[in-house]
């Protein structure tokens, strides 16, 4: 319907916003695959596990996965990159790794930093490389060691401010930030079915702020000091736009250009 199109085209405008990196370990789930189960997906949930997420979104934060391979093509942009009882690394990847925490990135392993080769050839010569790379970045600032998946929101909770903190812990409520020059835009949702009344603090600041409906394009102001009220009825999803300017302008549909021949 034309609401449902509203909003996805609002979702892609500017850039993702997300504060977390989660790290899969896929040679650490390649090397506990057994004939007949060889698929990384199914395996992965349990490295990746649904209460380190937990964790990440009630510490108020969304997040993204990397791997070794985007690492070493792009680096890590997030401000907190989470590493999931990640024991084999390439001496590569960890270099990038160091050079991501000497920029201002930080690091929350959990369960310790890599001490095995990615894989068998030169394995023993590439172990020593990465458990020497793996001592050196444990004494670097900005390097925090977690025992379990159940000390990573207390964690984050000192390495980064919360995107979008809910006063009442709520599993139920989820969010998307979207980035602009001008503005950012959150997408709020109740997941469940039972209604939620709570309240939350948000980290960015602009000079307004409006609820947007996607039903008619109208905009409402919002209160967000000192805190955001959140009546949301079961399934219910509401668009809030920050912005330094006019908020009907961060959400009106962009005109395709015309070019006359």
């Known amino acids: 319907n ?9 979702l892609r405008q500017g850039r993702p916003a997300n504060d977390v990196a989660v790290l899969l370990p896929n040679d650490d789930v390649y090397a ?26 009630d510490a108020g934060h ?6 070794a391979e985007s690492i070493l093509a792009l680096g890590v942009s997030h401000p907190v990159m989470v590493m999931p009882h990640v024991t084999r690394l390439s001496p590569e990847v960890m ?16 369960g310790g930093l890599p001490s095995l080769a990615p894989g068998f050839a030169g394995a023993q010569r590439i ?23 159940t ?10 401010t919360p995107d979008l903190k809910l006063a009442s812990q709520s599993a139920d409520v989820g969010f998307v930030r979207r980035k602009l020059a001008d503005g950012d835009i959150y997408f709020i949702a109740n997941t469940s079915n ?11 600041t ?19 000091t000192p805190a955001l009220e959140l009546d949301l009825a079961p399934y219910e999803s509401r668009v809030l736009v920050l912005s330094d300017g006019d908020a009907a302008a961060v959400v009106a549909p962009s005109k395709p250009s015309v070019v006359l021949a």
């Open 2 to 10: 034309s609401a449902r199109e509203a909003v996805t085209h609002l």
């Open 32 to 57: 506990s695959l057994t004939p007949g189960k060889v698929s990384l997906s199914a395996e992965m949930h349990k490295h990746v596990t649904p209460e380190l997420t937990e964790q990440i979104l």
């Open 62 to 67: 969304n997040l993204d996965y990397v791997d």
């Open 95 to 110: 270099a990038k790794l160091s050079d991501y925490v000497r920029g201002g990135g930080k690091i929350i392993a959990v």
């Open 127 to 149: 172990t020593s490389q990465v458990v020497a790379a793996s001592q050196a970045l444990q004494n670097t600032p900005g390097v925090t060691l977690v025992a379990d998946d």
């Open 151 to 160: 000390a990573v929101g207390a964690a984050l909770a000192k390495a980064v």
């Open 194 to 204: 039972r209604q939620v009344r709570t309240t939350a603090k948000l980290r960015a």
């Open 206 to 224: 602009r000079k307004s702020a409006s609820w947007w409906n996607p039903h008619d394009g109208t905009t409402s102001a919002a209160q967000v």
